[in-house]
């Protein structure tokens, strides 16, 4: 998985992102990031600038579309097909679990990290295939939502994570949240690790950390449950807590 980012802050996607899992990631050549810097691409007379006056007036300044356009075909050049350009907007599909694992499926993908007061329509209509959002807000730019982006995705492509499971047991993989999580000691400040998880019954253990997962997601997120991915026997474990008023 190839992931390319145009930006006017090239450092901070790098910076935010090579570390960690990630950055072994990286090293071990499963995932490669590359962040390319707009302004390298901006015409010689601009010296650097990206950005004008809107048309039709208003405040701030928008993100001019030609160098957005030289540095995405600088990118591409090498590519046999054209990838996947996000543009990372508040007005886009609200990111989840989902798509994650749906775009882990691509070769390469192109983030588009706006800033100002957005970029110049005609590009977007030119190279953006998805406009994807984190939330219903505003930030100053498009690199923390990128990067969170790539940080979900990045999960989901084979030999990331260390854990094989890891990815397919987190919260939203199956539209749930994650069970309840416990370590060493047994015992802190009065609160002991439930009996169950030091029992060494795999079978039970796995029973109950399902059960802990629809519990949770029924008192926090009741919104997950009509879509998550529920066997008989959860259906039948949350109508029980129905009827007791868990």
Request: proline share 6%.
């Amino acid at each position: 998985m190839n992931f390319h980012v145009l930006t006017l802050f090239p450092e901070m996607i790098e910076q935010g992102l090579n570390t960690s899992i990630l950055g072994r990631a990286m090293a071990a050549g499963y995932i490669s990031l590359t962040a390319t810097n707009i302004r390298d691409y901006a015409a010689p007379e601009r010296k650097g600038r990206v950005d004008d006056y809107p048309y039709g007036g208003g405040a701030g300044m928008v993100m001019q579309p030609e160098p957005i356009d030289r540095a995405y075909e600088a990118v591409t050049a090498s590519m046999e097909k054209k990838p996947r350009v996000i543009y990372v907007t508040p007005q886009g599909k609200v990111f989840n679990q989902s798509m994650a694992r749906e775009l882990a499926q691509e070769e390469n993908l192109v983030f588009l990290c706006g800033h100002y007061e957005g970029v110049d329509e005609r590009i977007l209509d030119k190279i953006v295939t998805d406009h994807v959002s984190i939330g219903d807000y505003v930030l100053t730019g498009g690199e923390l939502p990128a990067m969170v982006m790539i940080d979900a995705i990045s999960r989901m492509v084979p030999g990331v994570l260390t854990n094989d499971a890891s990815g397919e047991i987190e919260s939203f993989y199956d539209g749930l949240l994650e069970y309840p999580q416990y370590t060493r000691p047994v015992e802190y400040d009065g609160r002991r690790v439930p009996d169950i998880l030091l029992s060494g019954h795999h079978v039970n253990v796995e029973k109950w950390r399902r059960e802990q997962s629809l519990i949770r997601t029924r008192e926090r997120r009741p919104d997950l449950i009509p879509t998550a991915t529920l066997t008989e026997e959860d259906q039948k474990f949350l109508r029980k807590l129905e009827e007791k008023q868990i």
